[in-house]
């Protein structure tokens, strides 16, 4: 079931793919680069034998993009085996890795997650669930954790809840994942989200739950909702899909343009465009066909197969688009450029007008919290308006929602997201150098 | 280019892929199973210098599925190396390779494409491609042929027509391939079809063309249009997915039905499911979304993928069915076992009524031509009644398309296309037993 | 048994080995590029099933070094399969395949022994083993060639008989090997060697022996028995130590010396020096160490690692050298460098004399039945005098082991022996390019 | 150069290989299971740019036999990279490691090495030479150790002296290997070994010599000289040939016995029966002839080549062996299982009498300094007498050197050398499981 749930959450990482068993003290570890198609064979799965799992699938936030740093992580410390998996980005693991180091500890890996299982290693708790709860105290950013060690599955989301974390059950068994639709993959129930500041303990005697935590400010990631979930899942209490739909709505009443047809860059312009259609009344149509063959585009962690053209992903119909004025619908702007080049492929295919359409604001700010946005200087709406972005990608006209419409059609207010992406400002207060984190642990010290 | 048009042909395969390259005599090749981005590094195609290339995407036809028989195939002969790679499959291989092997020819793969280069080998012709001509005036069945011998290429088309085959240009250059995807992506400009019975010789003095078979019916394969091809190809003279969409508003004018929304199964029924919509007034909307990891359902050559689940790749969208009546739309029905799997995807996920419309009539024979499916006593349209299969896979209505419905919308007669996996009659004549095709070759021999 | 056999005869050649099984008409085959236990793991062995088998380890005499060239060849014609492993070297392969190509025939590889082959498939003979004869009749050179057809084990030696071919019995089964060592190490037992120009069939009916071939002159190699074979190995009716030993007697008759001590370059000179010593009445030392962890020098096919040095695989023994006036005991010369280096190593290690004694006459011509020696201008004693060659190896003094001398040692006439290294007379006629050696063929055929 | 030194000493292991390079603060690894020519490709070679370099050949005394536990380790502490080779064993590694780990540190590996590194991290010392030895000083056991840090090499030998260690000049540089011909190999000067107790630093300042620890008895590994060593290296002052002359010729002095040749059991046999011979004056020949194509014996660390038998390595020559009575010389007895093969070997190959006769006495304890021994239940001499040993070996007498004969032959005191495989006396207290050892750097931790 953990490799099944991992196909279904392939679209949130495809540099490296893993997989944890466990039985008693017993614990398997399977992981390497590529997706998990390439990663598991017959043969690797049937080796993995166990009562509980966990899986990864990763694209490299933190830390190199190498083998080594294939989630999850199992280590061996003093208490026993413990396997981790991941999912965001802790904003002071460096400042945290190097009072560890300078202390004697000796680090295998440069990710941020090896972090946690030093200072876990490290505090004076005999229960690793609390030496673990004591490390997640001193870590600060985003963390959707599923772990596990002898007898336990344990899973922790932190106080800011930026990441999602779902519950589901299957068979009387529970169930952790990072998105509903793998619980729809292996026929689970989603049963309630892993709350923000929120640690479950699943043990012989059931599913525990605590909250160790400070309480702190919400701060759901809304890309999630506008890009980078499926649609298909249920995210912070929404259906992706529906979210996306009403982006595009919303997008027409504060874009509207005079056009023939509505044209989604798939895959994921697909819902904001539907509710663009049905908002305007023009017909909705496919005139830019994808190639399933070829990996998605933003999350690649090499330049190389980028700039190979966008034209091995999208290819545009001629028959559709020829002699139309059209309107693009797309998730969002990035560098530009490849925005640029589809709306070149539409005018070599006979487009007339081409009115690009963006279901979300400007991304001006790099994310901290475990999307892959380039560095704030490649962000092209960081340094340019949205006239000079128009001009850029040579478009009839350009739109972006506002942030104000983002929130309507959200249904939120400005206080339960992190909109840091689009306004650059931190639901966090990033570390500064100085940290007196571990003096606690020194203290308590045999 | 020639990778680049892999990429754009994948779907024609993901067997096997290969390339090979030639500068005068000296031809480099590399083969192996798996999809374009598995085969080929960019250290392999460093190494395939050259001045022309043929590549070619596999899945088997004919032949065992092993790395042995990746096409192309490059072979040393008396006259210099030979590289073919070929589309279709001959109907009367096993006999000729009978004849030759019974007359000392020892063979190196158990392809087709290799009895070809046999008999050519023996025919008496000093030059290679009246070799060639001479070789495939024996051979029976479909075939859309490329080839490179030192300075020239040569393209060839079965006087049927069965497998689409065109010719673009680029910077000058002549480029031919199975479908004008491959061509956008390169940025050549489709040219025209080699036309059914044509030899094509490419070489310094620019492109010659031949008609050296006697006449024979047309043969188009309308499985291409219906399924096969992609969408934003131009196919024996039409836009596929312009195709696809006439498909559906016929169906929907023969077999209406009285629901909420239109659902295509993703990919292939899209277009159809736009043409139904279109026609009918009912909302589209994509109640399944496709996990787009996963490879193409039908023409995976082992069984254990299929097996694993519709599920993998489809996901129904809980908000968009729950309550509703929907049309779900597909291309065809094989056994009926995935579209089953699908209605049951949908009724799970609170579909009221699930109607479902098929864009081509029910498929009750094999093809002998070069599209995989399965032995005609597995489709389950070949011993069933459409009645039958809909208590099958469980609709509450189910409609297939006419074949004179389908014929008025493809605007072609039935004696312009092969239409045998719809009505088990062969355009041409299979070979029996006996076989007198080699005397003439022994008449001439020294 | 196959597998253990090809490591008694690792020394015969470590750039491929491979091994073919049978069980009625299902052939197996497994080869590649290295040595026995580089290329079988345990997990191939068991899928290597059979009730009959036989394997090959080559060094490139004749066809390129590559992968492709790997025997025993298996292939199919239409009397069904047939393996054959093949020790010697054709000297009128080239000629023949020529001709077969241009009759049609396409060839997979480039060694001779698929010649063979396609000349049997042509074979108008109904029987494999009829046809398999005829192709051999047409063959000139050195074989010594062990096939399989179903049901039958194919054994045949050229009627020169220059490589060795012997018969053996374990637990009631036949089993034949290039040399006796490998019976040792089964725990077969020696039974004879195959006859020259003899074909033995072993079937269900037992073993039974033919003598297809026209008589011709006897021409036994007789560098297996200076250097090529195991000293363990019983070859051509001797034991191949014993007659080193005769030579290094013979050797001290004919060019004795002053010294200490006898040193022998390991391992080919160990015998030699031995008999050496023991008719000298010096004493016997290992002056010389061998470190087994390198490959032997002669037969590697690239240059580089020889390069590298003598060092790597010999280190003098400084407390046994200084001092002393050595004899140091070799096989032979071949380009002179390596004796050069060795000369050297000893003196660096304080030798006073080294006194170079060569346990045959000097090496003036290449082999082309066989063994690897390099081109006849690479050889150093066809264009330089012993005195010459002396000066160049900077020995105090050099002596070269008489033809007459060797003969009398190895108690055989001249006209038994194949002497062409030494002599670069030699006993076969080779082929002119004119050859109408396939008319028979075209003649009988369908 | 470290390259080229692991081929001269692969005999001390050939598990795993592996090469560490620094350019100032810039290092490279490389390393794998297999021996040096299959871990190392010229492409690999290539990379591994720098100025210093360590090798080192692995067969496991501790530590799992995988990966994993190929050395050199590489390692990043808050002081920087540390690379580190060592040989011996360390007695009290698995204490030291559990009070490390239940301090917090993590571990990578299994084996001892790492051991020190993570206590040489947790050292208070600024510098890593100090802390490195600061690290030692709580080891113990036997360890000749070679590390590289930025700028520096570092070389340690125990107090007690149990492994080799020598130091050698190369074109103005230095170089440190645990067997002189190494140096031989590569064109160095053997200096001086490394004492037992020093500590040798090379920096740009050139050699600097301490010696930091206590002064402890000294126990030279005598089996280095009986068995291990290549017969061409200088250990501990003496060469190890002429020490094994001696040792045999101790052994006719003690055992005499009546036959007509002395047998070597190759390689390891081979100098103990030259001395055997000289001193009895029966004839020396080579009456088994081994396979060089395999590997040792001894040190494999799996038990299923051995089983497969001593046939493979060991081929009886019948010539020379027929009729006669022999004496069979061979270093040591550990499981009786390969002499009894061998005895049987000789006797089939029709040897009238087999007189074993072993150059040290019975083997009766396992090593705890790093010679792979095995367990003491699985030595024969630890549960039968000799002259039981002699009768499951099936020989017609068996002798074994006495422990006064040996150290004769040897020319050293007991209270020089380890002989605790011989005497199961060990020359260091064994550790109990209490341990206070790291409470000095508790206290001066910050």
Not at 339 to 347: E, G, M, P
Not at 350 to 373: K, L, M, Q
């Amino acid at each position: 079931m953990a490799y099944l749930s991992l196909y279904a959450l392939q679209h949130r990482g495809q540099e490296s793919s893993g997989i944890v068993t466990a039985t008693g003290n017993e614990f398997r570890r399977h992981a390497g680069m590529g997706q998990v198609d390439e990663v598991f064979t017959r043969r690797v799965l049937d080796q993995l034998e166990g009562d509980v799992a966990i899986g990864h699938v990763r694209y490299s936030t933190s830390g190199d993009s190498n083998s080594n740093n294939a989630q999850p992580v199992l280590l061996h410390h003093h208490r026993g085996p413990i396997a981790v998996a991941h999912n965001g980005n802790l904003v002071n693991a460096a400042l945290v890795r190097d009072e560890l180091e300078s202390d004697g500890s000796i680090f295998q890996t440069t990710s941020d997650t090896e972090t946690i299982l030093h200072l876990a290693a490290r505090a004076p708790h005999a229960d690793v669930v609390d030496a673990l709860v004591e490390a997640l105290r001193h870590m600060r950013g985003a963390y959707s954790l599923l772990a596990i060690t002898p007898g336990r599955m344990i899973a922790a989301r932190d106080p800011h809840g930026f990441r999602p974390l779902s519950i589901g059950k299957v068979d009387g068994s529970w169930v952790v994942a990072s998105e509903t639709c793998a619980f729809d993959l292996i026929g689970a129930e989603f049963v309630r989200d892993v709350e923000r500041g929120e640690v479950v303990v699943v043990d012989v005697g059931g599913l525990h739950s605590f909250k160790p935590f400070e309480a702190a400010r919400r701060a759901s990631c809304f890309f999630e909702h506008v890009y980078f979930a499926r649609p298909d899942s249920q995210l912070f209490g929404e259906s992706v899909q529906a979210v996306r739909k009403r982006l595009g709505q919303k997008l027409w009443e504060e874009r509207p343009c005079d056009v023939d047809v509505v044209v989604p860059v798939p895959d994921s312009g697909v819902f904001a465009a539907h509710g663009f259609a049905t908002a305007s009344g023009v017909p909705y149509d496919m005139g830019l066909v994808r190639n399933h063959y070829i990996g998605r585009t933003f999350i690649e962690p090499t330049q190389q197969i980028r700039n190979f053209g966008v034209r091995i992903k999208l290819n545009p119909v001629r028959e559709i688009l020829a002699g139309k004025r059209i309107a693009l619908i797309d998730d969002s702007i990035v560098r530009g450029t490849t925005s640029r080049k589809i709306v070149q492929l539409c005018r070599d295919a006979g487009a007339r007008e081409v009115h690009v359409r963006i279901s979300c604001p400007p991304t001006i700010g790099p994310c901290r919290y475990g999307i892959d946005t380039p560095d704030q200087d490649e962000l092209i709406a960081s340094t340019q308006s949205v006239e000079e972005i128009g001009r850029f990608v040579n478009a009839d006209s350009l739109g972006f929602l506002s942030l104000e419409g983002m929130l309507e059609a959200a249904r939120r207010t400005r206080d339960e997201l992190c909109t840091a992406c689009w306004t650059n400002q931190q639901p966090v207060d990033l570390p500064r150098a100085e940290s007196a984190q571990l003096r606690l642990f020194e203290k308590s010290r045999r």
